[in-house]
């Protein structure tokens, strides 16, 4: 079966960076985009990052453009979301998705908290 597990998260100073991962398994990771999103206290789901399935497109909302870098390792099933420059506004629970066959599939996601 599919499954997602993000590790990375943590306590983190304003401007400082973190690496999260997404480990991904039952399915061909190699064929299918993938997707970070994030979900903060008392706020909606949303997107943070998002990329294809050879790593050769990216995109962002303009909240993290700049900052935030999705990649991945379809060799290690995968993907990375590099932050840097982070602010209290990016803490949040951070999760990994991927869509196969209109079915959404979600880790158990990765608490980021960035604070003083």
């Known amino acids: 079966q599919v499954q997602l597990v993000e590790s990375g998260g943590g306590l983190v100073q304003p401007g400082g960076s973190l690496r999260l991962s997404c480990a991904a398994s039952?399915?061909?990771?190699?064929?299918?985009?993938m997707s970070w999103y994030r979900q903060g206290p008392g706020k909606e789901r949303e997107l943070a990052a998002r990329?294809?399935?050879?790593?050769?497109?990216?995109s962002y909302p303009d909240s993290v453009k700049g900052r935030f870098t999705v990649s991945r390792d379809n060799a290690k099933n995968t993907v990375f979301l590099q932050m840097t420059s982070l602010k209290p506004g990016d803490t949040a629970v951070y999760y990994c998705?991927?869509?196969?066959?209109?079915?959404?599939?979600w880790g158990p996601g990765t608490q980021v908290t960035v604070s003083s």
């Open positions: 998705n991927v869509v196969i066959n209109g079915n959404l599939y």
């Open positions: 039952g399915f061909t990771f190699s064929r299918y985009g």
């Open positions: 990329i294809s399935v050879t790593g050769g497109t990216t």
